[in-house]
């Protein structure tokens, strides 16, 4: 019993100078800003966008009605009235479908709603329309309606309402003045008193008067619209458009990816199919086995990358003088992201090709679609857009010639068309390959990395060991990463992947994770960072490291000396921010036990305390609806004794990025 003290003394001495062992013998990382580091790329992480996942109609898209022009099934097939259900309350009425009812060429299909009795005047016939999986109500949204509407003899009115599924008005709103011509019709309603969100709610149309009785009234072209992001017309469901915000992205891809390419040519993306007045876009069947409404279109796209703000002419002036003037300043503010226009290029994903003398009028469409959105309002088609609204031309500079055309043999004949047509009309622009060809050169190459989680952190080195000769000047990873759940051990592996593709961003000019999207129960690509119901937004663990990386960026990238120890279970990669005089560390450990290392700095002094902003946790854990914050940044921060040297231990199974300011 008496030996026991001493014993536990020995214990912890030898405990205390194992740790002491473990620190001297810890990796250690000498960061250097004595030697010139590489610059990185200022656009270098950005979103791949197509609609995929039901991203985009559901989802980003802010729409809140389903089947809203009866175009088609959902599945593309024959149109009907699916999602609509007839209202019958104390009446006898019917919906039909009547495809011999046009608005116009395209909408020829309208929604007729007969009333055949109306027993009292408690009684309503019409019809709702269930959304989206749901149709959301929320605490102080108001909702913006429009429809087309005609009768053969009852003028109104109409009563427009927001209701509970099972039975309870939120809002509502009437109107009058129905005629014999198709007129479109807009109302705003107010939902009061809303306390919490919910989505067990109904658009419904219904007529209570019994002036209606015997009386056919047809419906084109519905639209129902809550509070768009940043208010626009036609637009993006706010939160889901903010989680994409709040990534700080540089650039946007769109419209795809395989929707682009459609599977079969004819089926393709048609850029001119998606402008204009909502009824006055088709749709088509995308690429991802649903419709595609088409009501997000290329303008719209432009929008939202775009997003201007217009400040307007202000003149302040007292009895006497004039004392300030402010011109009319429009400018635009976007997501700050570049647009990387894709442009469809004669492949199609069940292998057709357009044959190389027929291929003619699909770069003359390709260069239409430019002139569309680059040309000034005397082009013919700049002319058209200065028609939908946008006199000015839009800035792109990139430019993407088809997708995945690694999987096609006949890559060489299109891009040389497209190449060719395109460099000579715009020879400034960025031309995007998506495939070594041999044709002719290229300023970007879209490489895609769908591979295991293990094949992820393996291909750590890639671009470290890649010819950065003769193969065009740089690399856009357009798409990536690792087949897995979700969890954490994919965010870290797909962590690992880009951390070595930020250490190449002198190369590699964009990184792109794609699919970023999916609603939950309707995943058709696996993983994607952002997962949403018709409720609410939950992003997956490696959203945040995608942020973190995104939010702290470096315009150099500095070399890092090892010593005791290499790669694995430690990845990083080290940069400075000179106009913002800041210095990231950018570090996953895929270790389950902490991990020190001893930081030195050369060429380079840093305040007194750095910033830490990690993610760390189990490797299964992920965010879900019900607990979305199992996997959240966590912020601490860390003492530097000396201005050049500091220990920091990183958590077990953990991303984090150490912010530091320089002291000049
Ligand atoms: C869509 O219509 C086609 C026939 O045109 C039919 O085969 C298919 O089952 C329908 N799909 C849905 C979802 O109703
Ligand atoms: C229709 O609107 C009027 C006026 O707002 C209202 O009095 C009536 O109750 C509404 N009918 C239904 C069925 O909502
Ligand atoms: C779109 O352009 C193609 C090719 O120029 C043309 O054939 C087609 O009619 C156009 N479609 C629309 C809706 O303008
Ligand atoms: C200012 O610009 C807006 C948007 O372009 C325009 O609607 C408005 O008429 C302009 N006002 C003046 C005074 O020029
Ligand atoms: C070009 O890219 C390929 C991969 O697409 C790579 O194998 C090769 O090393 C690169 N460099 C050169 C000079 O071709
Ligand atoms: C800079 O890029 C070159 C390849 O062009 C590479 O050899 C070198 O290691 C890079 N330096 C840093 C600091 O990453
Ligand atoms: C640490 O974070 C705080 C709060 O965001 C910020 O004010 C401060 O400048 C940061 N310091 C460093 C060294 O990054």
Known sequence: ????????????????????????????????????????????????????????????????????????????????????????????????????VGLNDVNTNALRLDIKELESSSGRAGFLNKGWWGLRVQPDESYKASFFAKSDGYSGPLNITLEKSGGGVLASAQ?????????????????????????????????????????????????????????????????????????????FRFPGGNNLEGQTIDTRWKWNETIGPLEERRGRLGDWTYWNTNGQGLLDYMYMIEEFIVFVFLLFYTNKFILLYLP????????????????????????????????????????????????????????????HGREEPFKIDMIEIGNEDWFSTTYDYRYKAYYDAIHEKYPDKTIISTAAQKSRPWDLIDDHYYMTTDEMISNFDYYDNYARSGNGSGIFVGGCCGTSPANLQAALADGVFITGLERNSDFVKMIAYAPAMKRLDQEQWNPDMIHFDTNSVVVAPFYYIFQMYSTHHSDTILQIDAEEGGFNPLYWVAGSNKELNEIYVKVINLDPAPQPVNFNLKGL???????????????????????????????NTFHIRHQNQFGYTFEPYSATVLTMKIDS
């Open 1 to 100: 019993m008496k030996f026991l003290p001493s014993l536990s003394i020995a214990a912890s001495l030898l405990l205390a100078s194992s740790i002491f062992i473990q620190q001297v013998s810890a990796l250690s990382l000498t960061i250097r800003n004595d030697v010139p580091g590489n610059s990185s790329s200022p656009i270098l992480y950005g979103l791949m966008y197509e609609d995929i996942n039901r991203c985009g109609d559901s989802a980003l898209y802010g729409q809140m009605l389903r089947n809203w022009n009866f175009q088609a099934n959902d599945t593309g097939g024959n149109p009907d009235l699916e999602f609509w259900n007839i209202i019958e309350e104390g009446t006898k009425a019917s919906i039909t479908l009547d495809t011999n």
């Open 175 to 251: 109107i009058d003045g129905l005629s014999k011509d198709f007129q479109k019709f807009e109302v705003t309603l107010s939902p009061k008193d809303i306390q919490a969100s919910s989505i067990d709610n109904v658009f419904a149309i219904s007529v209570d008067s019994k002036e209606a009785v015997d009386h056919s009234i047809w419906f084109q072209v519905f639209s129902l619209f809550g509070e768009t992001y940043k208010g626009r017309e036609n637009g993006l469901r706010t939160d889901i458009a903010e989680t994409l915000v709040d990534l700080k992205p540089k650039f």
């Open 328 to 387: 009319n300043i429009t400018y635009y503010l976007d997501m700050n992201m570049e647009p990387i226009l894709d442009l469809y290029a004669g492949y199609s994903l069940q292998g057709d090709s357009v044959p190389k003398d027929e291929l003619g009028p699909f770069v003359q469409d390709a260069l239409d679609e430019l002139e569309y959105l680059l040309g000034d309002s005397s082009t013919k088609f700049g002319k058209l857009r200065a028609g």
């Open 605 to 635: 002094k840093v305040l007194n305390y750095g910033n830490a902003t990690f993610i760390s946790g189990g490797l299964n854990d992920e965010n879900t609806l019900e607990s979305p914050d199992t996997i959240v940044p966590k912020k």
